[in-house]
């Protein structure tokens, strides 16, 4: 079983720096941070290159001929900067974007005229009405839009909903309470957060009809930085890394109210080797993977989908034989669950358990699923168990694999 508890080690290995939670010696989740710049989240003025309307998309350039892709149905909420908005976007129209997806394999990066800055405690975005030079009614503008995590407890809900800092706030700009501010002991350091990000908000729609096109108005923070606003703060119990530079950011970017944050300085046993990070990560390569039962996984990615298969090995001890698959089904189902978020795997996930006779099994199989799906700070779900017993689960796409960040960066 594993414990509550973990750490988030940020180190540096083969010339990659890594953030990663462990618990109970086990990956539960890690990113490569990319080589060049974090592009993810910056904020551009952007001319639109083309349109195609058979495919619903508009091909932004950012500068230098990046081309990004921007869906036609956001064409309408788009602020749009070298004329006035008509909710249509045309080829020259200058227009303020994020990028909201880095490039992966032959598709564009895409982007989003939604434009929302991320925090440890809570997200930011525009309204339509702060695009000033769109037309919109007074309802909007006067509406607060103050949104709370469904993951934290309805009391906690409520609580944060009547905080009338908050719901300031929320007449400006639509505000989102993380789950991470339900570990915080008072609500001081969620109101700075969430005022600190409205004021940048808007500051970005302020000076966008006044620069230039291709100006970056907005850039996103270190890949380590945004990797630990997205960690639930419920998993980890503290921050470690053998890097002084990493140290002395993180230092300056998490508050008091964070976890401790230590800088390892062990230069005979590196950190890396005190968790066996290398062994780690070559388990997260391998497709085959061991359970305690002497059972296995084979999980393939293809084109389409992934695919795992659960194997007894041979583990087929006992007389109860339909007890025994159940068992090994239940285990393999942590380690699944495991690794489709340490491996980052998404879409289309179809699991091959070892076959049960017992409809009873089958359906504490999907149930047991579910719970551990819930867990991951990714959406995740058991669609449906196939007249061929196959469990289908999807998982949404955000940020390529592991394997694909490890061996491109």
């Known amino acids: 079983m594993i414990s509550e508890k973990g750490k988030i080690l940020i180190l540096k290995l083969n010339e990659k720096i890594l953030s990663m939670l462990i618990r109970d010696n086990h990956i539960m989740s890690v990113q490569v941070q990319r080589q060049t710049e974090n592009a993810v989240g910056n904020v551009y003025v952007g001319k639109v290159q083309s349109i195609s309307e058979n495919i619903g998309a508009a091909f932004v350039d950012l500068g230098g001929g990046y081309l ?77 839009t103050l949104h709370v995590s469904s993951k ?44 600190q990000l409205a004021e940048q908000l808007k500051h970005i729609i302020e000076i966008a009809d006044k620069r230039t096109c291709y100006s970056c108005l907005y850039r996103a923070k270190p890949d380590y930085l945004n990797y630990i606003e997205n960690m639930y703060t419920a998993e980890y119990d503290e921050i470690v890394t053998d890097i002084p530079e990493i140290y002395e950011t993180l230092k300056e970017h998490l508050t008091k109210d964070d976890v401790p944050i230590r800088l390892y300085e062990d230069k005979l046993l590196p950190l890396h080797r005190l ?66 978020r340490a491996r980052n795997l998404s879409g289309i996930i179809l699991v091959d358990f070892i076959n049960m006779k017992e409809n009873t099994h089958k359906q504490q199989l999907m149930d047991h699923m579910r719970a551990l799906l819930k867990r ?29 960040q490890y061996t491109s960066n």
């Not at 900067?81 to 990066?109: C, F, H, W, Y």
């Open 376 to 404: 991951d700070n990714v959406p995740a779900d058991v669609v449906d168990m196939t007249g061929l017993g196959l469990m289908e689960i999807t998982r949404k796409k955000v940020n390529p694999s592991f394997r694909e």
């Open 275 to 340: 968790y066996a990070v290398e062994t780690r990560i070559a388990e997260l390569l391998d497709k085959k993977v061991w359970l305690k039962s002497g059972a296995y996984l084979v999980i393939e990615p293809t084109e389409a989908l992934i695919s795992i298969d659960v194997n007894s090995g041979k583990n087929e001890k006992g007389k109860d034989k339909e007890e025994t698959f159940f068992k090994i089904n239940l285990e393999a189902a942590e380690m699944i669950a495991l690794h489709l």
């Open 68 to 144: 990004t892709f921007l869906p036609l149905a956001e064409a309408k909420h788009a602020f749009i900067t070298n004329r006035q908005s008509d909710g249509k976007l045309k080829v020259g129209n200058e227009v303020l974007v994020q990028i909201s997806r880095e490039p992966m394999k032959t598709k564009l990066a895409g982007v989003t005229t939604h434009i929302a800055l991320a925090g440890r405690y809570a997200v930011v975005e525009v309204k339509r009405c702060a695009y000033t030079k769109m037309n919109t009614d007074n309802t909007e503008e006067k509406k607060s």
């Open 152 to 195: 934290l407890s309805r009391k906690r809900q409520d609580r944060f909903r009547n905080i009338e800092e908050l719901q300031k706030i929320a007449k400006d700009c639509q505000l989102i309470v993380r789950t991470n501010a339900g570990e915080l002991e008072n609500d001081e350091p969620l109101i700075d957060e969430s005022r």
